[in-house]
Nanobody
């Protein structure tokens, strides 16, 4: 079984930066990708970014050029560096493991989330 724990969320002003971390414990399968998703109040959970076992990355259009996903299997850590944050980025951010996809329903393992709040 895989356990995922996010950290690094917080309150920042517009234009600021945060780096979220996801610690992976238990057995993980490198056939699968790691992804970041977010959910704002009253909205559906949406794709943010994902990284494949080979290092290929996908990004939601609204974060492309601002966010960078990375993974370090030797440290069992996944990161997303978030720059030039905007109020629309405010959400609970979740780490997940599953097939390399933009679809949240395809991911099997999920963390509990970390809150990111961006003030204007």
């Amino acid at each position: 079984q895989v356990q995922l724990v996010e950290s690094g969320g917080g309150l920042v002003q517009s234009g600021g930066s945060l780096r979220l971390s996801c610690a992976i414990s238990g057995r993980t399968d490198r056939y699968y990708a790691m992804g970041w998703f977010r959910q704002a109040p009253g909205k559906e959970r949406e794709f943010v970014s994902a990284i494949s076992m080979t290092g290929s990355a996908l990004y939601q259009d609204s974060v492309k050029g601002r966010f960078t996903i990375s993974i370090d299997y030797t440290k069992n850590m996944v990161y997303v560096q978030m720059n030039n944050l905007k109020p629309e980025d405010t959400a609970v951010y979740y780490c997940a493991q599953g097939p390399f996809s933009m679809e949240p329903s395809r991911y099997r393992y999920w963390g509990q989330g970390t809150q990111v709040t961006v003030s204007s």
